[in-house]
């Protein structure tokens, strides 16, 4: 069974920095790629970033292009989201998923970043 | 970015009726490998988004017939053809064919 437990959010300020992270278990997770999509509270969904098995490919929504940064140890069978200079609009519940052709197929249950002075 | 239109944007059904969500794309979503590149998503109250259909027919692991998605091209419809009171929530409806993938502002469907 999938299992994707994410971890990191929380609250910060404008322009701070933060990383989340997203624990794999149950495939083999070099061999997926995984993508990262937001939930503005109370509003609908937006992919947000992914990247391939390897970690040489990545993709980015224009939103944060130039200020996150998607990774992944595939040794640790984890994935990371680099935020930085974030926004009041970054503020949302952030899911990983596994993927395949960078659609998001099995989510992990989301983590709230939350940008306020 | 492809623009997704949903509609209606809420929907109450009496269990056992059909309900029907309808999307439409912006930019039509065949690829030149012959597939369509449309998923429906639902997301119940409280939870995560769950895949229901990839390209715009088939169903995802465990997703009950009672769900059938259809369509080409830039209109494609998700029908529930007798609902029950575990299929409230928000639909998606995502396209998958040019990055970056974009969502349906949602559909939510509430049992009367």
């Known amino acids: 069974e999938v299992q994707l437990l994410e971890s990191g959010g929380g609250l910060v300020q404008p322009g701070e920095s933060l990383r989340l992270s997203c624990a794999a278990s149950?495939?083999?997770?070099?061999?997926?790629?995984m993508t990262w999509v937001r939930q503005a509270p109370g509003k609908g969904l937006e992919w947000v970033s992914a990247?391939?098995?390897?970690?040489?490919?990545?993709y980015y929504a224009d939103s944060v292009k130039g200020r996150f940064t998607i990774s992944r140890d595939n040794s640790k069978n984890t994935l990371y989201l680099q935020m930085n200079s974030l926004r009041a609009e970054d503020t949302a519940i952030y899911y990983c998923?596994?993927?395949?052709?960078?659609?998001?197929?099995?989510w992990g249950q989301g983590t709230l970043v939350t940008v306020s002075s | 970015d492809i623009v997704m239109t949903q509609t209606p944007l809420s929907l109450s059904v009496t269990p056992g009726q059909p309900a029907s969500i309808s999307c439409k794309s912006s930019?039509?979503?065949?690829?030149?490998?012959?597939?369509?590149?449309l998923y429906w998503y639902l997301q119940k109250p409280g939870q995560s988004p769950q895949l229901l259909m990839y390209?715009?027919?088939t169903r995802f692991s465990g997703v009950p017939d009672r769900f059938s998605g259809s369509g080409s091209g830039t209109d494609f419809t998700l029908k529930i053809s007798r609902v029950e009171a575990e299929d409230v929530g928000v639909y998606y409806c995502?396209?998958?064919?040019?990055?970056?993938?974009?969502f349906g502002q949602g559909t939510k469907l509430e049992i009367k």
């Open positions: 995502m396209q998958g064919i040019h990055l970056p993938y974009t």
């Open positions: 930019q039509s979503l065949l690829h030149s490998d012959g597939k369509t590149y």
């Open positions: 149950g495939f083999i997770f070099n061999t997926y790629a």
């Open positions: 998923a596994q993927a395949i052709r960078w659609v998001p197929v099995s």
């Open positions: 990247i391939s098995g390897s970690g040489d490919t990545t």
């Open positions: 390209e715009v027919f």
